[in-house]
C-alpha cells in the first residue's frame, strides 16, 4: 500500500513538472529519475506518459520552432534521447525501449559543402523499438512494427514488420488484427 501511494505522488510530481516546463501533458508517471526536459518549441503529449529512468535519464526534448508530438498510452524507456528539431511524432501504444536515440536532425554539417539536414520522423501506433535503435532523419515506422535491437532505421519500414539491421530492413511480418495493442 505504502508502494503504490509512493508511485502516484511521484506520477503526479512528474505530470505537474511537466506541465511547469510548459509541455502540453496529461498524466505523465516517471519511474526513477525525472527526465531532462528541453522546451524550446513545443511538446505535446496525449494521456499517460510513461518514462522509466532507473539507471539513466530520459532527454526529451522540442528546439525552437520544433513540434515533438507523444501519442496515448507511450512507454519511454531509459536513456533515451527523443529532441525535435523541426518534427518527430511517436504514435499511441509505442514503446520504446533501453538507449533509443530519435533524430529529425544530424544537428551539424557533415562536409562544409552541405547544410544541416532536417526531416520530420514519423513513428506509427503500436510500434516497439527495441534496445539501442537509432532512428535517422526522415525515417518513418508503419503502424505495429517491431525493431529490433541495435538496428538503424534510415527511411520507410512498412506497417506490421519485424525490421532488423543496418540499415534495418523488413524481415518477417506480421497479421495484426484490428485494435490489438501490445502490452
Known amino acids: 500500500m505504502i508502494w503504490n501511494a509512493a508511485l502516484y505522488i511521484k506520477s503526479a510530481v512528474c505530470s505537474i ?3 511547469i516546463r510548459g509541455t502540453q501533458s496529461a498524466i505523465v508517471s516517471c519511474d526513477g529519475r525525472f527526465p531532462v526536459l528541453h522546451r524550446e518549441g513545443t511538446i505535446w503529449i496525449g494521456s499517460h506518459l510513461a ?7 530520459c ?15 507511450v512507454f519511454i524507456n531509459q536513456g533515451t534521447t527523443i529532441v525535435a528539431a523541426c518534427y518527430i511524432e511517436i504514435g499511441d501504444d509505442t514503446m520504446i525501449g533501453d ?4 533524430y529529425d536532425s544530424n544537428y551539424h554539417r557533415v562536409d562544409p559543402y552541405q547544410p544541416v539536414r532536417s526531416s520530420p520522423v514519423i513513428i506509427g501506433s503500436n510500434v516497439w523499438l527495441g534496445h539501442g535503435v537509432v532512428v535517422l532523419p526522415g525515417s518513418k515506422v508503419g503502424d505495429h512494427t517491431v525493431v529490433a535491437a541495435g538496428s538503424i532505421v534510415r527511411g520507410e519500414l512498412p506497417p506490421c ?3 532488423a539491421g543496418n540499415p534495418a530492413r523488413a524481415v518477417r511480418e506480421f497479421d495484426v488484427p484490428a485494435g490489438w495493442r501490445r502490452d
Do not use: M, P, Q, S
Open 161 to 163: 514488420v519485424l525490421a
Open 51 to 57: 518514462l522509466r529512468g532507473r539507471v539513466a535519464r
Open 59 to 73: 532527454e526529451i526534448g522540442a528546439d525552437r520552432n520544433a513540434l515533438l508530438k507523444i501519442g496515448e498510452r
Open 17 to 19: 513538472g511537466f506541465r
Open 99 to 102: 538507449f533509443v536515440a530519435i
